[in-house]
């Protein structure tokens, strides 16, 4: 028989002419601010991803031009448009995994905690539609400031009572992203290899890389390191000066959101060893939520991993981020028990 092989993000994936996609279970994906900037490249590189069979698109307005556009590129995926708060529930029901990249970006002079009063109130509604239409989706909760978004997520489930803290995850796999990339380019190494855990949280220097665990290892100074953590904690920021009031990162956000979206599809496929970093309900520390190294299964997380050995720099680090995460986590939850 003719084999076809198609890979994205590092995925192979083989299927047999005759048996279309056969070989992977039906999977439903729901992005929801499909229309807007991370959203639209989002929408695009999930339909690329083999693993899934259909593709749900929703924002407020926009959506039916780019799931048109989207649907004619020739991959697995049958793509649906849907646009106004009435299509929420259709947009939703039966979906796997929901990423949300709804809300308002960064402009320069704001940081993740200034979009608070905009994006609570956006999470805080798809969350009670998501408790409705799809309880046992995974959430990828894109939308900033992810340290308090994914505490508000997770308090509308419980009100819900649809509640499963192995199926809520603050995506911060950009830092992730961002980390590796800054990091080759000091080490010299080959960028496809390198691996390394940013744990902590999703804003400043709650954004803790552990350069100590990178890999390959390389010899570089202590001020070197402290120049590529502080790189990595104002990525985003380097990002929203650049675009000088356009808005925030929203191409390599769609890469890093479609490869933690394509890690949580293996993890549900029962691929085994799939462990990526994310911001997850967790006893790693004294805190209630915390993004560290997590394997990924069948029903979302299998196991949150441990920090692994620090050094003192990166133990200061620690201590320095934890008051900071805590009110953005309390914020959060204070926000949804109040509204
Ligand atoms: P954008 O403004 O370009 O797009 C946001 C989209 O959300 C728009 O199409 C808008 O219509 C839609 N939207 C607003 N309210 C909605 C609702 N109630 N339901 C559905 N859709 C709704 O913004 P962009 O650049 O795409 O950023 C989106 C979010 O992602 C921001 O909060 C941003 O801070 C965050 N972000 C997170 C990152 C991370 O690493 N987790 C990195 C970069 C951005």
């Known amino acids: 028989s003719i084999v076809r092989r198609s890979s994205i993000a590092g995925v192979s994936y083989v299927s047999r002419r005759g048996f279309a996609s056969g070989s992977a279970p039906e999977r439903k994906v729901a992005v929801l601010g499909a229309a807007g900037g991370i959203g639209q490249p989002l929408s695009l590189l999930m339909k690329l991803n083999p693993l899934v069979s259909s593709l749900s698109l929703y924002d407020i307005a926009g959506t039916p031009g780019v799931a048109a556009d989207v649907s004619h590129i020739n991959t697995r995926s049958?793509?649906?448009?849907f646009a106004g708060e009435?299509?929420?529930g259709k947009a939703l029901e039966g979906a796997d995994i929901v990423i949300?990249?709804?809300g308002v970006p960064r402009k320069p002079?704001?940081?993740?905690?200034?979009l608070f009063n905009i994006n609570a109130g956006i999470v805080k509604s798809l969350c009670t539609a998501i408790a409705k239409y799809c309880p046992n989706a995974l959430v990828n909760m894109i939308s900033n400031p992810v340290n308090s978004t994914v505490p508000i997520a997770a308090e509308v489930f419980k009100k819900a009572g649809t509640y499963d803290e192995k199926k809520l995850f603050g995506v911060t796999m950009l830092d992730v992203v961002r980390a590796k990339t800054f990091y080759a380019g000091k080490a010299e190494v080959n960028v496809a290899e390198v691996n390394l855990p940013v744990v902590g949280g999703h804003?400043?220097?709650?954004?803790?890389?552990?350069?100590?665990?990178?890999?390959?290892k390389?010899?570089?100074?202590?001020?070197?390191?402290?120049?590529?953590?502080?790189r990595t904690q104002d990525g985003g920021t380097e990002v929203v000066e650049a675009k000088a009031g356009k808005g925030s990162a929203t191409l390599s956000m769609a890469y890093a959101g479609a490869i933690f979206a394509d890690a949580c599809l293996k993890g549900l496929n029962g691929v085994p060893d799939v462990v990526e970093c994310a911001f997850v309900q967790s006893n790693v520390t004294e805190l209630?939520?915390?993004?560290?190294?997590?394997?990924?299964?069948?029903n979302g997380?299998?196991?949150?991993?441990?920090?692994?050995p620090l050094n003192d720099y990166e133990k200061q680090g620690l201590e320095a981020l934890k008051p900071e995460l805590l009110s953005s986590i309390e914020k959060g939850i204070k926000f949804a028990k109040e509204n």
Do not use: C, H, W, Y
């Open 78 to 81: 049958e793509v649906v448009g």
């Open 86 to 88: 009435e299509q929420l």
């Open 100 to 102: 949300i990249p709804a």
């Open 109 to 114: 002079g704001m940081t993740r905690d200034d």
């Open 203 to 216: 804003a400043g220097i709650t954004i803790l890389p552990l350069f100590s665990q990178a890999t390959p």
């Open 218 to 230: 390389a010899n570089l100074s202590n001020e070197e390191i402290v120049a590529l953590t502080k």
């Open 288 to 298: 209630p939520f915390f993004a560290s190294k997590v394997r990924l299964g069948k």
């Open 301 to 308: 997380v299998e196991e949150v991993l441990g920090l692994g």
